[in-house]
C-alpha cells in the first residue's frame, strides 16, 4: 500500500522537498507502525535535509555522502498505532502515543521501535504531543542528567522560549528550583506563563554582569563557551551546553579544560530516546505541569514553508506540523 510524504532526495533547500506517494513503511517484530497525527520542525531536520557540515563535515558520514540515507524526515511523531511487531507487548493496536519515528514522521504512517515511545497524556492534543520529544528530552536529561539538577537550586535558563527552553523551564521548575529565564523582552509573557520565577531581557541586561550566583546554568541554544558565563555560577556550580552541532571542536575541547582546572564544570550530553522519560512528561502533562508551546502550526503541503520558518531562528516556542485535520 502507498501512503503520501514529504521526500527529500537530495541536500538542499526546502524547496526540494516534495509531496509524493511512497510505499507505506513494513515494521519489523520489534517495531510499531503508526497513523501520524502530528509532527514537528527540529534543527535535526535542517541538518539532513540542507546537508550542512557539522564538525567538520562529519554529519555527512552519518547522513549520506552525496545524498541523504533519510529521505524522510520528521523525529517527532504523535499518533495512533495500527499495527504490531510480533516482539512487542506493552502496547496494542489503537494506543495514542507519542514519541521519535525511526521512517520519518512527515508521513501518513511511519514506524519505529517500541522503546521510542509512550502513550501521549489524555490532556494533551496530538499536536501538542507531536513537537516534544526531542526538545522535551533534550531538556529533561539536559537538566537531570548534565546538570544533576537538584531541589532547592538557583537555575538560570538561557533560551528559554525556544524549543528546548521553554520544556526546560517547566520541568526545572517541577525538580523544585527557582528559575531564571534568560530570552527576549517580546517573549516575556511566555515563559512567565511557563512558570519562571523571575526573566531577563538579554537585549538589555548581561546577567553574566549581575551579582546573582547559579547552581546550574543550562545554554539551550550553545552560542557560546563556559568562558562567558563562568562568572555567574557558584564555587560548584555546572554550566550544561544543549550541544548543539554547530558548536566547533575547538570550544567544544577548550570547555573540557574548564573542567581540570575549575570546582565549576562543564557539561555536554546526548540526548537520546527513552520511553521512561516520555513517560515521565506524560505525567507531568497529566497533571497539568507540562505543556507545549506551539507558535504556528503547518499543513504537509506546507512543509518547506515551516522549514523557512524555523530558520528563520527566533521561533518561540514550537511549530507543529499537521497530518492529519484531527490533531
Known amino acids: 500500500m502507498t501512503m503520501k510524504a514529504v521526500v527529500n532526495e537530495k541536500y538542499g533547500s526546502p524547496e526540494g522537498m516534495e509531496l509524493k506517494e511512497i510505499d507505506k513503511p513494513i ?30 563535515g562529519l554529519s555527512r558520514l552519518s547522513s549520506g555522502i552525496r545524498r541523504p540515507h533519510k529521505t524522510v524526515l520528521g523525529f517527532d511523531i504523535s499518533g495512533e498505532i495500527v499495527e504490531i511487531g510480533k516482539d512487542v507487548t ?31 497524556a489524555s490532556n494533551m492534543s496530538h499536536a501538542e504531543a507531536g513537537v516534544i520529544s526531542v526538545a522535551g528530552l533534550s531538556a529533561l536529561q539536559g537538566l537531570r542528567d548534565g546538570g544533576n539538577i537538584q531541589k532547592g ?29 534568560v530570552a527576549s523582552g517580546k517573549n516575556k509573557d511566555l515563559v512567565l506563563g511557563l512558570g519562571a520565577d523571575y526573566f531577563i531581557d538579554y537585549t538589555k541586561e548581561d546577567f553574566t554582569r549581575n551579582e546573582e550566583k547559579y547552581d546550574l546554568i543550562f545554554d539551550t541554544v550553545a552560542k557560546s563557551p563556559m568562558s562567558r558565563w563562568k562568572a555567574a555560577l557558584k ?7 544543549a550541544g548543539s552541532p554547530s558548536m566547533s571542536i575547538t570550544r567544544f575541547m577548550l ?8 570546582q565549576k564544570k562543564y557539561k555536554s550530553f546526548d540526548t537520546q530516546y527513552s520511553r521512561k522519560d516520555l513517560e515521565f512528561m506524560a505525567k507531568l502533562a497529566e497533571e497539568g505541569k507540562f505543556r507545549s508551546a506551539i507558535e504556528k502550526t503547518y499543513s504537509l503541503e506546507e512543509i518547506a514553508e515551516a522549514h523557512r520558518h524555523y530558520e528563520g531562528g527566533h521561533t518561540a516556542g514550537k511549530i507543529a506540523v499537521i497530518i492529519r485535520e484531527d490533531a
Open 27 to 56: 515494521h519489523e517484530d520489534d517495531e510499531v507502525l503508526i497513523k501520524t497525527y502530528a509532527t514537528s520542525v527540529n534543527t535535526l531536520d535542517i541538518f539532513y535535509r540542507s546537508g550542512m557540515k557539522v564538525f567538520f
Open 153 to 181: 537550586q538557583n537555575v538560570l535558563i538561557y533560551g528559554a522560549s525556544g524549543g528546548i527552553g521553554t520544556y526546560a523551564v517547566q520541568l526545572a521548575k517541577s525538580f523544585g528550583t527557582t528559575v531564571t529565564a
Open 90 to 120: 506493552d502496547f496494542k493496536v489503537g494506543d495514542l502515543v507519542y514519541g521519535g519515528a525511526s521512517s520519518g514522521a512527515n508521513a501518513e504512517f511511519a514506524k519505529t521501535k517500541y522503546d521510542k515511545i509512550a502513550l501521549k
Open 255 to 262: 570547555n573540557r579544560l574548564v573542567n581540570k582546572f575549575s
Open 235 to 241: 564555587p560548584n556550580g555546572i554550566f550544561v551546553n
